[in-house]
């Protein structure tokens, strides 16, 4: 059983930043992709980003590309995403995944292996 808690979600102004962190119950970057995606009211979900599990290999959205980076420290057990020169269509709950596949392009119904609650982020314009 993996567990994932993410944290970091807040309020803040367009144009500033955040770093959600997810923190992951065992060591699992030999085994699954860790990823994130997002929830607005109103909206499918999308995937915001993925880092791989063998190479280390980084996803990205197109609407978050240049702005987002996810990252990884291993002793730690840890996940961020470093989120810079926010917008308000930022703004949803974010959720981090652990997966077979890194991937931001799934289906609406896809059903990820492992997911942690989510966290906050609202943007303000």
């Known amino acids: 059983e993996v567990q994932l808690q993410a944290s970091g979600g807040g309020l803040v102004q367009a144009g500033g930043s955040l770093r959600l962190s997810c923190a992951i119950s065992r060591s699992t970057f030999d085994d699954y992709a860790i990823g994130w995606f997002r929830q607005a009211p109103g909206k499918e979900r999308e995937g915001v980003s993925c880092?791989?599990?063998?190479?280390?290999?980084?996803r990205y959205a197109d609407s978050v590309k240049g702005r987002f980076t996810i990252s990884t420290d291993n002793a730690k057990n840890t996940v961020y995403l470093q989120m810079n020169s926010l917008k308000p269509e930022d703004t949803a709950v974010y959720y981090c995944?652990?997966?077979?596949?890194?991937?931001?392009?799934?289906?609406?119904?896809?059903?990820?292996?492992?997911r942690g609650q989510g966290t906050q982020v609202t943007v303000s314009s």
């Open positions: 995944v652990a997966d077979a596949f890194c991937t931001v392009d799934v289906g609406a119904d896809y059903e990820y292996d492992y």
């Open positions: 880092i791989g599990s063998f190479d280390g290999s980084t």
